[in-house]
């Protein structure tokens, strides 16, 4: 199985903030990798698949890059809606597994 | 818009059985993959079950392989996942998801409870 290690688990930060979340495959997926964010009590959101594509309806503050084993999730200027945890997740290969999750808190 | 709708979770006796439904609406159903997605209480995402359009290719986790069995019903707009000898460990909310670009939306999700 690939695991997925994301960093840091938690992260504090002000709106406004530029943050950037890490997350390693333990193999190459090429660029099959996809980012959520989930609010307590929710379901989760995708934001961005395929490494870099944002899903339609999504601000432009997100942004994702990487391929192979190293990706990172950018949120240019945090908002009060951010405030979220998030993971990210990979589907190169079955079985499809998830990084252990982000908590986004406010500072 | 697309909307999916999760039923039949609850609590159950270890051992025993349980089948989730879910209707899906807004998209053309019968064209997407869809998945099971679970997250056990205060936990992290696991995906759990991955079904092609027509049904020829059904993919699972480890942990629920011969115990789980994800079906559809295309005429009927609808997706199912049947679980057998259910465990503690399988305790969670169960997501049903389409999976057209990795899983690009999620029911509001159903809560299994396994406990004597």
């Known amino acids: 199985d690939i695991h997925m290690t994301q960093s840091p688990s938690t992260l504090s930060a002000s709106v406004g903030d530029r943050v950037t979340i890490t997350c390693r495959a333990s193999?190459?997926?090429?660029?099959?990798l996809a980012w959520y964010h989930q609010k307590p009590g929710k379901a989760p959101k995708l934001l961005i698949y395929?490494?870099?594509s944002l899903e339609s309806g999504v601000p432009s503050r997100f942004s994702g890059s990487g391929s192979g084993t190293e990706f990172t999730l950018t949120i240019s200027s945090l908002q009060p809606d951010d405030f979220a945890t998030y993971y990210c997740?990979?589907?190169?290969?079955?079985?499809?597994?998830f990084g252990q999750g982000t908590k986004v808190e406010i500072k | 818009e697309v909307q999916l709708v999760e039923s039949g979770g609850g609590l159950v006796q270890p051992g025993g059985s349980l089948r989730l439904s879910c209707a899906a609406s807004?998209?053309?159903?019968?064209?997407?993959?869809m998945s099971w997605v679970r997250q056990p209480p205060g936990k992290g995402l696991e995906w759990v079950a991955n079904?092609?359009?027509?049904?020829?290719?059904?993919y699972y986790m480890d942990s629920v392989k011969g115990r789980f069995t994800i079906s559809r019903d295309n005429a009927k707009n609808s997706l199912y996942l049947q679980m057998n000898s259910l465990r503690a460990e399988d305790t969670a909310v169960y997501y049903c998801?389409?999976?057209?670009?990795?899983?690009?939306?999620w029911g509001q999700g159903t809560l299994v409870t396994v406990s004597s």
């Open positions: 998801a389409k999976s057209q670009r990795a899983v690009d939306s």
């Open positions: 997740q990979q589907y190169n290969s079955y079985p499809w597994t």
């Open positions: 193999q190459s997926i090429n660029s099959w």
């Open positions: 807004g998209f053309t159903f019968s064209s997407s993959w």
């Open positions: 079904m092609k359009q027509e049904g020829s290719e059904k």
């Open positions: 395929k490494a870099s």
